[in-house]
Nanobody, 125 residues
Framework: QEQLVESGGGLVQAGGSLKLSCVAPGRIFSSAVMGWFRQAPGKEREFVAAISRSGLDTPYANFVKGRFIISKENAKNMMYLQMNNLKSDDTAVYYC??????????????????WGQGTQVTVSS
């Protein structure tokens, strides 16, 4: 089973920053649209951000626009999520995902084929 691996989660105070990282197997990373999702306790998994194969198309969920930045480093098969001005509502498990579907980045989790185990982000108020 191909596996994506997230890192960088932790505990941070409201207003602080964290940077999440995700590494993927090369044969997946080179062909995939990559994305970040999150799931808070008692809530459904929701889209956070995605990045196209070229890196030029980066859709964001409205609730993170202006605060989070998605990027990737092709040479290292790495994707990142820089999270700034964190709020208590951002507390969740954050998942890295890869989609082999053709076309632009998707926001639906069902469009993603590979997932990481998740990394916990806790924001204290």
């Amino acid at each position: 089973q191909e596996q994506l691996v997230e890192s960088g989660g932790g505990l941070v105070q409201a207003g602080g920053s964290l940077k999440l990282s995700c590494v993927a197997p090369g044969r997946i990373f080179s062909s995939a649209v990559m994305g970040w999702f999150r799931q808070a306790p008692g809530k459904e998994r929701e889209f956070v951000a995605a990045i196209s194969r070229s890196g030029l198309d980066t859709p964001y969920a409205n609730f993170v626009k202006g605060r989070f930045i998605i990027s990737k480093e092709n040479a290292k098969n790495m994707m990142y999520l820089q999270m700034n001005n964190l709020k208590s509502d951002d507390t969740a498990v954050y998942y890295c995902a890869a989609s082999l579907s053709p076309g632009p980045p998707r926001v639906e989790s069902r469009e993603y084929d590979f997932w990481g185990q998740g990394t916990q982000v806790t924001v204290s108020s």
